[in-house]
């Protein structure tokens, strides 16, 4: 499929090094192969193309969209490219291949979840891939499990923190302020720990391109989108909306009523991992 349709790259959304090893062997130098490893896994095949997803159950979809996320923010993927997916089911642990799907990624906006317009190239902007890997997974997790059991919701911004924070006043005291640059980074396991504890709190929190926790608790000012947010989605919704449409940054949104994850830039949806994907 991937020679017939002339894809430019195969995603493996499964953490099988074997199966990569042979589609590397098949492929050779003709296709770029990228593929996944459960964070914390040792990675037996690793040239720089791996990808790490979130240590909790995911379905094909959820896999094969995180991937796609991840590989376009690692500057692996590119948003005029065809890419081909394959996936599987993991529900009993490993994963077993059943699925190949053909993605468009520039127009392929079903299979993504996205919305009419939305550009990857919003994507190109985050300077560090390990930054934004570390919070989709966390945005993810948050979705599925909850804090405590119980469901929250979540809205995360990533770069021109600047902007962002002079599109923005506080409604709470700032817990981060005053704590070191490495207590604060979200490639800390303990900042992270501390988002989740401080989910509950109203506003946004302001993270910049280097992984670091600006603020918590921050009121992003109405901006006009840059078009309309679909029926359904909340208040969060529309401040990633606005604030991603004035900005250059990204922003993360957890919907506290459903679980899902939706990924902003440019003013527009990029991508909906649903929490029963």
Do not use: W
């Amino acid at each position: 499929m991937a020679r017939e349709t002339g894809a430019e790259a195969v995603l493996l959304a499964a953490a099988l090094p074997e199966e990569a090893a042979y589609l590397r062997r098949a492929l050779g130098s003709r296709l770029r192969v990228i593929t996944t490893a459960i964070n914390g896994e040792s990675q037996t095949v690793h040239d720089g193309d791996v990808l790490a997803l979130p240590e909790i159950k995911l379905r094909r979809r959820g896999r094969a969209k995180i991937a796609l996320l991840e590989g376009l923010a690692a500057g692996l993927l590119h948003q005029d490219e065809r890419v081909i997916v394959v996936s599987g089911d993991a529900s009993d642990g490993e994963c077993e291949l059943d699925t190949v799907a053909i993605v468009e990624l520039r127009t392929d906006e079903d299979y993504l979840d996205a919305q009419a317009g939305a550009s990857l190239d919003a994507l190109s902007r985050v300077s560090d891939p390990a930054v934004f890997d570390a919070i989709l997974g966390l945005c993810v997790e948050l979705g599925h499990l909850g804090r405590e059991g119980r469901a929250v919701g979540l809205l995360i911004t990533l770069g021109d923190h600047d902007a962002v924070l002079r599109h923005s006043h506080p409604i709470v005291l700032n817990p981060f302020e005053g704590h070191p640059e490495a207590e604060r980074s979200v490639l800390n396991p303990t900042a992270r720990r501390a988002i989740r504890e401080f989910s509950g709190i109203d506003g946004a929190f302001v993270v910049r391109s280097d992984g670091i926790v600006e603020a918590a608790g921050r009121y992003l000012q109405p901006l006009a989108p840059a078009t309309d947010i679909p029926s359904g989605l909340g208040a969060r919704h529309r401040a990633a909306a606005g604030i991603t449409a004035a900005t250059r940054c990204v922003a993360f949104v957890v919907a506290q009523s459903s679980g899902d994850t939706r990924v902003f830039g440019g003013g527009r949806i990029l991508m909906t991992i649903e929490a029963t994907d």
